[in-house]
């Protein structure tokens, strides 16, 4: 093999091998996200919960007696409310190992800016 082969084989090669990186590195992170995109949704927050309970949490905004309760108020328009817009349930500040219901109510309630 002349050295001029051998040359050009070297630089086919490293010109490959440095066009299949970026691929390869996207597959590598594509696989590091994949747990995080597929982790399990939040339980729901359980009416029994010492905290729901202290709070006056419940699933049924509409059905509120409570003293602070502000018509019209519940989960969905809280302030502390992360769930998706339009979403049944969804994660809470205050509740941080579960999810609440969007038409719930609880007396931590603070309007959405
Ligand atoms: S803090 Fe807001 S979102 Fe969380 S349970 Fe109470 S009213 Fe619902």
Redesign the pocket.
Known sequence: MSHDASRRRFLTTAVAAAAAAPIALSALNATAAAPAAAAKPLPKLPLTDNAAKA?A?TENAAAVKHAAFKAGSN?AN?N??KGAKGAATGP?T??PKNS?VAK???S???KKP
């Open positions: 709070l949490y989960c809280c502390f409310f809470c205050i509740f609440v719930g109510w609880c931590a309630w603070a």
